[in-house]
């Protein structure tokens, strides 16, 4: 193994402590993970933009101001980091995975952008995503699928996949994603990292591109749940830029992930979702939530059976909100402003202008949300749909609320199944839709929720997820128990099973 590929396999905590006592540089750590880009994305195909001459200036000059005896900005400073391309950046194209923005460069940076340079932190690149963040299976985007690194044939999931195939094929240590359906839980659960959704309102949304306001929420994407609580402490906090940023002190994920590693969960009563999970999800998935349940109860956790009734309206009711805020939010690419212009002819009015750059900008399912959207808002049916829709997310904060009376996080796994071949469903809206069957609920109420590794499935192979969810602000305990569950799980299998991430090497 040469040092580069050493490099490349550790964790955003090892590296951070290998660049901050100047063992490595944070340059020698860039450039190792840009030669595994240029080596392994043609095959991944993770990245839309790759900034290569950027990434190396800003690693340089965390080691000027190492050299120089100041202290590290932050606890990730040189780490490098895989951003979505969704979230605006000054210096680089921001696209959404859309013809309708190709090329287009915003004028200021996201306060996600902006927090993370101000950390120290080293942007490889903008990955790739469905369009707008609509889909589960990253074949919605504009630019061509990604392809999950344990088997190229199958998606990484959506709409992150770009940034949860960067983790797994060891491209970059550290990513971005976003969560409004479970966009940062399922790429996690079938990429076997970690994704973690915030509460809503935990990390700032200025600057980062709508896709359905109040349900969208950025947060951290790691290889380990320590990297993915370090990442967590540099993005979340108040941002009076976002009018729906919480302006309380950010959970202490970091303490509460070392906290867990050392695998005591005794005290903590854990809620397993009756209507999450069982028939209807593939069995091996169900046999490795089993065997997560088994083992959160062999850390000493209890294990309660909660029942959130109403959870199984959710999806329904998340495709009248997320179709209908869609809607409303995406008129602002009207050809005026941003990116794409279609002029049909060269005396073409406003109008014509506009609906021929929407036709040619937009892909199928962003069409289908919008179309979706407009009707559900429409006079005589709004009260139908979207009222009785938001009546239903009510009766499932509800279910969250009675649940957390009882127990301290609740648990489901976090996909029906493991990763599924490429082109399998992607004619069909509703099997696509179902991926998120799970996920969805957290994005409903706007507590946190994550996805932690949960071993590989017998018959594929491949990885599947346990999702952990918490209480609003209560990532502490999530981190904790996600730790300690992290900790058994690399006992058991003789480290992460990551380190093994198979079917790449031999594609490349
Ligand atoms: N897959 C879901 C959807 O298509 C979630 C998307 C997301 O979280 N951005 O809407």
Not at 194 to 209: A, D, E, F
Not at 435 to 440: G, M, R, V
């Amino acid at each position: 193994m040469s040092t580069d590929t050493e490099l490349i396999r550790l964790t955003a905590a090892e590296l951070a402590a290998k660049i901050h006592s100047r063992e490595v540089s944070a340059v020698e750590v860039t450039q190792a993970h840009l030669d595994r880009i240029t080596q392994v994305d043609p095959a991944v195909h993770a990245f839309l933009h790759i900034a290569a001459e950027p990434a190396l200036a800003a690693a340089a000059e965390v080691d000027a101001a190492l050299a120089g005896g100041k202290p590290p900005a932050s606890p990730l400073a040189g780490v490098p980091l895989a951003l979505k391309d969704v979230f605006a950046t000054s210096d680089m194209p921001t696209t959404c995975g859309s013809k309708i923005l190709e090329g287009w460069r915003p004028p200021y940076d996201a306060t996600v952008t902006a927090r993370l340079r101000r950390a120290g932190v080293v942007i490889l690149g903008k990955t790739n995503m469905d369009e707008f963040a609509m889909g589960s299976s990253t074949e919605h985007s504009a630019y061509g699928p990604t392809h999950n690194p344990w088997d190229t044939t199958r998606i990484p999931g959506g709409s992150g996949g770009g940034s949860a195939a960067s983790l797994a094929a060891f491209e970059a240590p550290l990513a971005i994603g976003t969560d409004t359906g479970g966009s940062i839980r399922q790429p996690a659960a079938v990429t076997g990292t970690v994704g973690v959704k915030p509460t809503y309102g935990g990390v700032s949304r200025y600057g980062l591109v709508a896709c359905a306001s109040s349900l969208d929420q950025g947060g951290p994407c790691a290889r380990t749940v320590l990297d993915a609580a370090l990442l967590h402490e540099v993005i979340a906090g108040y941002d009076p830029l976002d009018s729906t940023s919480i302006d309380t002190p950010v959970p202490a994920v970091v303490e509460a992930a070392r906290r867990g590693a050392g695998g005591d969960l005794r005290g903590l009563r854990v809620g397993v979702v009756s209507e999450l999970g069982g028939e209807g999800y593939q069995p091996q998935v169900e046999a490795s939530y089993r065997a997560a349940l088994s083992t959160l109860e062999s850390l000493g956790a209890e294990l309660v059976t909660v029942s959130c009734p109403h959870f199984r309206y959710a999806l329904a009711a998340y495709y009248l909100i997320l179709p209908s805020e869609v809607s409303s939010n995406l008129a602002r690419f009207d050809a005026m402003r941003y990116g794409l212009r279609v002029m049909p002819a060269p005396d073409a009015s406003a109008e014509e202008v506009m609906a021929a750059t929407r036709e040619a900008g937009f892909g199928d399912e962003v069409k289908r949300r919008i179309m979706l959207g407009t009707y559900a808002l429409s006079s005589g049916y709004y009260d139908a749909y979207y009222g009785k829709a938001q009546q239903v997310r009510t009766l499932i904060a509800r279910d969250f609320t009675a649940a957390f009376g009882q127990v301290d996080v609740l648990v489901s796994p976090t996909a029906p199944t493991t990763a599924f071949p490429i082109g399998e469903k992607v004619d069909d809206p509703l099997a696509m839709y179902l991926n998120d069957l799970c996920t969805i609920p957290a994005n409903m109420a706007g507590n946190a929720a994550m996805s932690v590794p949960s071993g590989l499935a017998e018959s594929d192979g491949l990885p599947v997820g346990l999702q952990i969810m918490a209480p609003a602000l209560g990532e502490a305990v999530m981190y904790r128990v996600a730790a300690a569950f992290e900790a058994a799980r690399n006992a058991a299998d003789g480290g992460p099973l990551i380190q093994r991430v198979n079917g790449l090497e031999a594609t490349v």
